[in-house]
C-alpha cells in the first residue's frame, strides 16, 4: 500500500461559530466557498465515472445515475487539504485521513415516480456495523456542486439529533454494501421522526457552499422536483485513532467504499 502522505498548506481554522455549530447542532456552514475549478473537477469526475463500468457506480429505481463512489489521487488537492484541516479540529484528531469519497447526483423526478429520494439515517450505523468504526470521531463535508434549492430534494439535517443514542432498524434482508446507498437502505431511523423533528436544516443555496455534519446526525432528502439534476458532493474524514478494527469478522466492503488509509493528511 502506498501512503499520500502530504504536509498541507496553511490554512485558515475553522471558525469558532462553526465548531460550536458542529458540535452543538450537527450541522454546519463553514465559512469557506469552493473555487469554480474545484466544481468543474467535480463535474468531470462524475461524467467520467457516469460512462463507465465502475463497479462504484450506483443507479436509482429508474434507472438513472444515483453516485459515484471512490477518491482518485491529485482530485482536489487544494480543497481536500484545506477540508482536512478543517476536520482535524473538528473532531480534534493530529492526523486524518479520507474515509469515503462520493458524489450523489439527484435527477428530476415525479411524485409518481418516486425515484431518488434518501431515507432518514445516520452515516455511522454503516461505518460502525458494516466496517466496524469504533467510534464517531469523523466528520462528513458536503459540497453543493449546483445551485439547490427546496424544490431540489435538498439533504436535510435534523439539528442535535447526534446526541439521541436511538439504535436504527436494521433490515438484515440487506446485505451487500450497495445496500448502504439505494434507496432501500440497510440501516434507516424511523421516518414518523421527520415531522416531529422541530427544527431541521436544509443544504440549499450557491454552489461552491460547504457544510460540515457530524456522522451520528440524522438526515434524508426528498424527490427532485425541479428540472434539473442536483450534485452533492460529500468527503468524510476519519481520525488515524479511530480506524476499523473488525474486518476480519464483518463484511468488508470495498476500496473504493470504505478508503484504506491512503490519503493521510
Known sequence: MVLYTRTSLPHERPSENAVKEFHTEGIAKLPLTARNSDLKEVECYLLRRASSRHPGNIWDSAGRFRAAHGYEAGLLDDLIALLAEQAKVLIQSRQVYIYQYRVNSKHPSTLEEGAGAWQLHRDFDFWH?????????????????????????????????????????????????????????????????????????????????????????????????????????????????????????????????????????
Not at 466496524?132 to 453543493?144: K, R, S, T, Y
Not at 432528502?221 to 473488525?246: C, E, Q, T, Y
Open 129 to 265: 456495523y458494516m466496517d466496524g468504526m469504533p467510534d464517531a470521531q469523523a466528520v462528513v463535508f458536503h459540497l453543493l456542486v449546483t445551485d439547490i434549492s427546496y424544490n431540489d430534494g435538498p439533504l436535510v439535517v435534523c439539528n442535535r439529533s447526534h446526541r439521541d443514542p436511538l439504535p436504527p432498524h436494521n433490515d438484515s434482508s440487506n446485505l451487500s454494501w450497495e445496500d448502504g446507498f439505494k434507496e432501500d437502505l440497510r440501516y434507516t431511523i424511523d421516518a414518523r421522526f421527520i415531522e416531529e423533528w422541530k427544527n431541521q436544516t436544509l443544504l440549499v443555496g450557491q454552489a461552491g457552499a460547504l457544510y460540515a455534519m457530524h456522522p451520528m446526525a440524522w438526515h434524508y432528502s426528498g424527490l427532485n422536483l425541479s428540472h434539473s439534476p442536483r450534485i452533492l458532493m460529500s468527503v468524510a474524514f476519519n481520525s488515524i485513532d479511530n480506524m476499523p478494527k473488525k474486518f476480519s469478522a464483518l463484511l468488508q466492503r470495498p476500496s473504493y467504499i470504505t478508503e484504506d488509509p491512503t490519503h493521510r493528511f
